[in-house]
Nanobody, 121 residues
Framework: VHLVESGGGAVQAGGSLRLSCTASGFRINDYCMGWFRQAPGKEREGVAIADRFGSLDIAMALKGRFTLSKDIANQTLYLHINPLELNDTAMYYC????????????????WGQGTQVTVSS
């Protein structure tokens, strides 16, 4: 199982980004997958979860600016952020688990290396 995140970068507030998590070694529809983020000095935070039953969910505090989508043919989970805010600055990680996800990312089987998002004013 391998997860590779991409799409991060340095963006001005008000801009947008689409993060990608491309999976290999398993079928993404058979696993729960999620996006998490961690800013310097802060705890890891759950951003979005795509469960094994087709449900796509965004953390309550982030609804309206974050969109989660899945491309099954390309084995990719996308996270679109628009508009970006300063406090979106963080390392964003993709994770997968064959059973279930949780919003704090505890016990999830597989993690990617992360992609950095830096938002400036």
């Amino acid at each position: 199982v391998h997860l590779v995140e991409s799409g991060g970068g340095a963006v001005q507030a008000g801009g947008s980004l689409r993060l990608s998590c491309t999976a290999s070694g398993f079928r993404i529809n058979d696993y729960c997958m999620g996006w998490f983020r961690q800013a310097p000095g802060k705890e890891r935070e759950g951003v979005a979860i795509a469960d094994r039953f087709g449900s796509l969910d965004i953390a309550m505090a982030l609804k309206g600016r974050f969109t989660l989508s899945k491309d099954i043919a390309n084995q990719t989970l996308y996270l679109h952020i628009n508009p970006l805010e300063l406090n979106d600055t963080a390392m964003y990680y993709c994770a997968a688990d064959r059973r279930a996800c949780n919003w704090i990312g505890v016990g999830l089987d597989h993690w990617g290396q992360g992609t950095q998002v830096t938002v400036s004013s």
